[in-house]
């Protein structure tokens, strides 16, 4: 189980990576945090989940909620986790998939939404290649 510490450091390491300046408005350390402060009101965290033979408590990961078809708080039907692996630093996004039909962000029917990190910035044109993995039970 990473620190605190490491998760901060992964947080701001992620950041550096993807050209994301610490005091931006859309940086990882705003969306993604341990205690919900990244919504508005706060307290919103992760529910409890499983991967492979893993189980994570609520609040365990760093996370935040995707907002849906609106722009408010209550809408915190989609959420994602970041999950960190210490010996190799790796960063996987991960989407808990526990809704069916939900109204997204284009208010069509969604089973999930998740963010991951782009570096647009200025003349920065290449794309980020992501994969895409599903675990079924």
Do not use: K
């Amino acid at each position: 189980m990473p620190t605190i510490l490491q998760m901060q450091e992964t947080q701001a390491s992620l950041e550096a990576a993807y050209n994301i300046n610490y005091s931006d408005r859309d940086g990882v350390n705003e969306t993604f945090t341990l205690d919900g402060s990244h919504e508005a009101g706060g307290g919103l965290t992760h529910d409890i989940f499983h991967t492979n033979n893993f189980e994570f408590a609520e609040g365990e990961c760093l996370s935040t909620h995707v907002f849906g078809n609106s722009s408010s708080a209550e809408d915190h039907n989609f959420q994602e986790v970041l999950l960190y692996e210490s010996e190799s630093q790796a960063v996987v996004f991960a989407s808990i998939l526990d809704e069916e039909d939900l109204l997204g962000f284009d208010h069509r029917a969604h089973d999930f939404e998740m963010m991951v990190l782009e570096d647009g910035h200025e003349t920065d044109t290449d794309t980020t290649t992501y994969y895409f993995y599903v675990e079924l039970e």
